[in-house]
């Protein structure tokens, strides 16, 4: 991460030109308004990846496709054996008899094997033996993949919808505001926080670290709020509302830490634009202290109300 | 984490305003004495966190009821069909038809498949083959998880009963003891000691992060004796143990090291409170050296006795 | 990784002496021109290491060729016992029995079971006890490396074929261009290079770690050019290209990152011979910002042009 | 890992008193001798440690023998319920018939199924079903064992048997040779030693930490003598071999890499006691360089020769 210094770089790997002032960055989700093109398809595909994060309705659909038209594939080589070589085919007509085939493919492939249907004969044998052993294989890689999606680690951490300008002792400062929703505990969280902004008459970006209050926290049990005070040293100072949306400033957080549950480092990202900011707001007090238990309402984390603005004189 | 600098900063994640004197940030076991409200269900709930951290008895109990239920609707499904479609049944009432079909759709879950009883037409057929499917899948799931239960790296690090104020050098420290009870080996373990206080005159919490003798230690195979020097520089100097019970002051402790049996990093956590902490005593030595090796006993651990603590004058 | 400081030190892991004038240690592809002889069988071979680094088609050969050899075997073993405490055998020449009491093992290895040929007896069945546990214990490994070999985190960056020397600021610098082809996204990726040259009048290296202009991004969506300012403190200052092919210089690259799918951490290195460097050249620009997107064409990532480089006296 | 910085500190977690001159703190392999005593057993005892190392033949007596002994209680079972609720079954004398429910376990719990013995009735066909569920269970607790087992990272560093007092420079220095004898690659290398010494008079020890040449490496093909240079700063200046011997002196040494083959962070522990240190010589050269690679002869990595130590005078 880098250090939280409010020092000036020139990137942040999200290149400096810029075209557009609406145009954003990162998006809400995390996700690059970013597209690569000309990358030859084998060096861009990872299976794994394309599996392990497409939609679970996606998932299912290709793993209930691929049985089906795995057993329609090996039900049309029994056909073309004979199904004379099956024992217990009871059908007459072909479509009967195809039928039987591919219910007797499908207890192969599962190693169900009731056995009511049995291949007799060398061919029928080796395909039977050769279509068990695919079908092992293949199941192994779709449980596996099954749960892997299930058992990997995504950080939900939830972001206010706004960020602030609020006071913050005889200052103000930039807040937002974060909530891990899960019952999974993180540890050790660390955040960093990069100002993006236009360069006066140019179509460059400026990226500016911003220094945080406490850029790490052990624990996260309840809500969190990351604050940058504008002091002298803040690349914000003297900047209005106003100069932000016209230098089209996106803000873009990255968080890291270490998911219990899991054993393993997860990262978080998403970014406010000018445009989501609440000046000389701040947030409301969320947190309720019973006598031995302590109650965050996350159902009110975005809430805001009026604080006036420390004048800050340069 | 935090350096161990004796520094004062204003949240750990835990929140600065406390309502009641007894209130513990911290269980002993390591969880949070805090409830989030109003999250949504979907935001809220992960299943693999779930079902990996219930307790045993109810991961087996939900898989067997799983496993019974599932039969129970398959069961229903053939009893749909008619289990005349079922060569073998030989039950004659429809209860036993109901058994019947219950079983053979146990085989098929389980992908067994005796085959006494087994399918015959395209719609029992059909329902066996996904059945078989379904059973492939959600095993794979049940034992992924029985393997990821089984395998989870857990620190099972064992703190002393109580902390104590001892003599150390020509001052006093604040010491606790650990051990790690397992045969696996912890590596490069660090430690890090937050004392959380109530401010005078407010409901308002400080905390303060302990300068340690050593916070960390490349091997961990006996006890380790944890030691914050009660120097000039120590938020606890000139205290007593009134004033810290008076101030309601805890002991957040966070230990992390990396399991070399399962080849990740651990965390654990506690925290002593003030009304925990022995004044002016000392841990008895634990550790016996023979002529060839050393003996740790464990048990001893707690052990504490009388120590004339050092005046110290400011 | 180091700091990148242009500090010279003696050795990288590498070796220091060198005997060929064009000797490279470290392959494109990222392998080292290094052979490790004398070392024991016991203690070179790591089998998981050879079953997940080897080719598909070889992994695939060895899988089918393995299931084949142990039905052969098996098949013996039941020839042996005499396949008459095998029912529903029908074949009547020993080829034909030996054909089927394979094709009962393949059934018995992969807990297929159809029953049609099942053993009867007490040395028959016991032998297909446990043919079925070794058929269990054997595809749980195989389908373990099958999934491991497809889930295994492999970072696939892309190094454009040749560094630059090209103008930076008023001085030049020395950079080459890099890019992650893959959906995969990495987080924090570091970068270090490390420059190794013959020393004068002798068949020893030094090697040089090369301050960068940036040696680490939070994000990598698009290519990223690595920035060596060739500034009064770097070891290429006032060196020619002719010096630099003379003193048989190779440019050693190492990148670390974060891979979001995987949730590992992935490696990466390669490196530039004196050979590869075009001197007076700097990358074309391949990022192209449209209304509300940026697109990457990452197919000419390798194309340079002329740039007069900036003269710089010392 | 500790600075490597030549600093005095009590303690590396392995305790400051000792009784005994020739007593090792960590053995060659890396073993503690340390016994930890009066652990409750629940404390003690992780299964998956035992499970996962645990000797490979002790591990196989160990599923064969949990086999057998499943299938004698699941056959017992059955005989009580009583063999006529299993179909097929021939024998006649009980051993005989025990036999059979013996075999028919075995392809239950293994999901067989051949079905020429199958259940029948609701108590036979409820014991079965449970069976086959346990089964499947076990062996997937199993099979995630064995493959656990086999995809474990084990750094198998080689270390010299001997570490040297040789010429270094103009003064001398400790060194030993390491060696990564496996075909994994090994990045990212760093190396502390730690001196530990008795106190003069007394029956403490002291810890050292000792400052090297170079404490890490990027890469780790070939053999890389790990350098502590005996300068001013050193706690070994002034002392000859027999001070060394005298105050029981051992270097303990912990390796950390990251292994590319299993993504994961590896260690690895040693330690020289100053009876296994050669003083005055050096170890012979093993790289052989040919013209385009380069050879390592690991073979001779042991073998040293005289070299005549430099004069320092302090």
């Not at 597209?35 to 861009?44: A, L, M, T």
């Not at 690349?235 to 400033?249: G, M, R, S, V």
């Amino acid at each position: 991460m880098p250090e939280n210094s409010g020092e000036k770089f020139n990137d942040l790997g999200l290149g400096t030109k810029t075209s557009s002032d609406t145009q954003r960055s990162l998006n809400k989700d995390g996700s690059f308004n970013i597209e690569k093109i000309n990358v030859p398809f084998s060096e861009r595909v990872n299976f794994y990846h394309s599996l392990v994060t497409m939609s679970w309705i996606k998932f299912f659909v290709l793993l209930v496709s691929g049985y089906f038209f795995a057993n329609l594939i090996f039900a049309t080589i029994y056909m073309m054996i004979g199904v004379e070589h099956l024992t217990g085919i009871s059908g007459i007509t072909n479509a009967e008899k195809f039928l039987e085939a591919f219910f007797f493919s499908s207890q192969t492939l599962t190693t169900l094997g009731y056995g009511r249907i049995a291949p007799v004969g060398t061919l029928a044998s080796s395909v039977a033996a050769i279509e068990s052993m695919i079908g092992l294989l293949s199941f192994a890689l779709a449980t596996g993949l099954l749960y892997g999606r299930f058992s990997r680690p995504v950080a939900k951490i939830k972001y206010s919808n706004h960020a602030v300008i609020a006071p913050y002792k005889d200052i103000n400062a930039f807040m937002f505001r974060v909530v891990n929703p899960r019952d999974n505990q993180l540890i050790e969280i660390e955040v960093s926080v990069t100002l993006s902004m236009k360069k006066k008459d140019s179509q460059q970006r400026d990226f500016f670290s911003l220094a945080l209050e406490r850029p790490k926290v052990n624990f996260f049990p309840m809500t969190w709020t990351i604050v940058h005070p504008i002091n002298l040293s803040s690349p914000l100072i003297n900047f209005t509302h106003e100069d932000l949306i016209e230098k089209n400033a996106e803000f873009i957080v990255l968080m890291k830490a270490f998911d219990e549950t899991f054993s393993q480092i997860v990262y978080s990202r998403s970014s406010y634009k000018a445009s989501e900011l609440k000046w000389g707001e701040k947030f409301v007090y969320v947190i309720h202290e019973a006598n031995e238990s302590i109650t965050v309402d996350v159902g009110r984390m975005d809430e805001t109300e009026k604080a006036e603005l420390n004048k800050v004189s340069v």
